[in-house]
């Protein structure tokens, strides 16, 4: 994203867009998010009253997703095209879930 990540463009060009259908597809998911200012900003949080959320724990590691995210990043592909990183990360997540 170009420019400052604010709670309004987080809902607008990420949780409304992407998220939101997401979690809908998914009955009974829950979503979480760390502590940024976009995630705990006051419109993030009453646009995602209509979805089970996780607190983030005190320490980030705690989360956990921690882990996941720790394996993508090892195992994550150099990659020069934004196409080819949706497909990287895409495939390394399948990965994830099927070893969880």
């Known amino acids: ?6 709670g ?3 809902v607008d060009d990420i949780l409304r867009p992407h998220v939101r259908p997401f979690l809908n ?3 009974g998911a829950i979503f979480q998010q760390d502590n940024s200012r976009p995630h705990t900003a006051r419109v993030a949080q009453d646009f ?3 979805f089970q959320t ?3 724990p005190a320490s980030p590691n705690l989360s956990p997703v921690q882990h996941v995210w720790n394996q993508l990043k090892w195992q ?3 990659c020069h095209f934004v196409h080819d990183l949706e497909l990287a990360v895409q495939d390394l997540w399948s990965i994830c879930l099927r070893t969880t």
């Open 48 to 50: 995602l009253g209509h």
């Open 8 to 10: 309004q463009r987080y």
């Open 1 to 6: 994203m170009r420019g400052t990540l604010t």
């Open 54 to 56: 996780l607190p983030w």
């Open 25 to 27: 597809g998914l009955p």
């Open 76 to 78: 994550m592909p150099s």
